[in-house]
T-cell receptor, first 109, second 114 residues
Framework: ELKVEQNPLFLSMQEGKNYTIYCNYSTTSDRLYWYRQDPGKSLESLFVLLSNGAVKQEGRLMASLDTKARLSTLHITAAVHDLSATYFCAVDILNDMRFGAGTRLTVKP | ETGVTQSPTHLIKTRGQQVTLRCSSQSGHNTVSWYQQALGQGPQFIFQYYREEENGRGNFPPRFSGLQFPNYSSELNVNALELDDSALYLC?????????????FGPGTRLTVL
């Protein structure tokens, strides 16, 4: 059974600091997604990673994928308060999208 | 380009009742997927519809059923509601045939079962 595990589940960091969120999955997949969710809101697509070694960057966020290790990372550089949200990774296996439990990020001044 | 829309926004039902939730896919998309998100958890895949047929299903009982219409809009029906069905229900549209198969989510319907 496909399992998707994120860590940490909760992350409190100060503005200006760097940190990495990890996403491990148990079955081979070539499609991995990162989403952001603000409280009470829907999911916003951040990154789509389709191949081993894929790296994508948008602003202070950078995502990477290692399909051999079944690992994706979401790196936060010089965090700002506006990045406070819950971040989900998701893996697509044969039209079954499995989400991790989410990482609730709080960025403090 | 029109995004994914869902209706209603909020809904309150009592145990044992039936509910229908609606979703309009983003223009140009042919696939709709439905998810259940309980408070504090990640979305759980319910099922996916493509060309009006179910194209994949998660671990949900048969009382969760769906439809997709020729215009690619979709409905999620839940019969015999239980308290645990209280959740945010999200639909997402995508285009099968694109390599990314990226899904775009609607704003969700918050269902409360009393």
């Amino acid at each position: 059974e496909l399992k998707v595990e994120q860590n940490p589940l909760f992350l409190s960091m100060q503005e200006g600091k760097n940190y990495t969120i990890y996403c491990n999955y148990s079955t081979t997949s070539d499609r991995l997604y990162w989403y952001r969710q603000d409280p009470g809101k829907s999911l916003e697509s951040l990154f789509v990673l389709l191949s081993n070694g894929a790296v994508k960057q948008e602003g202070r966020l950078m995502a990477s994928l290692d399909t051999k290790a079944r690992l994706s990372t979401l790196h936060i550089t010089a965090a700002v308060h506006d990045l406070s949200a819950t971040y989900f990774c998701a893996v697509d296996i044969l039209n079954d999208m499995r989400f991790g439990a989410g990482t609730r990020l709080t960025v403090k001044p | 380009e029109t995004g994914v829309t869902q209706s209603p926004t909020h809904l309150i039902k009592t145990r044992g009742q039936q509910v229908t939730l609606r979703c309009s896919s983003q223009s140009g998309h042919n696939t709709v997927s439905w998810y259940q998100q309980a408070l504090g958890q990640g979305p759980q895949f319910i099922f996916q519809y493509y060309r009006e047929e179910e194209n994949g299903r998660g671990n949900f009982p048969p009382r969760f059923s769906g439809l997709q219409f020729p215009n690619y809009s979709s409905e999620l029906n839940v019969n015999a509601l239980e308290l645990d069905d209280s959740a945010l229900y999200l639909c997402a549209s995508s285009q099968i045939g694109l390599a990314s198969h990226e899904q775009f989510f609607g704003p969700g319907t918050r269902l409360t079962v009393l």
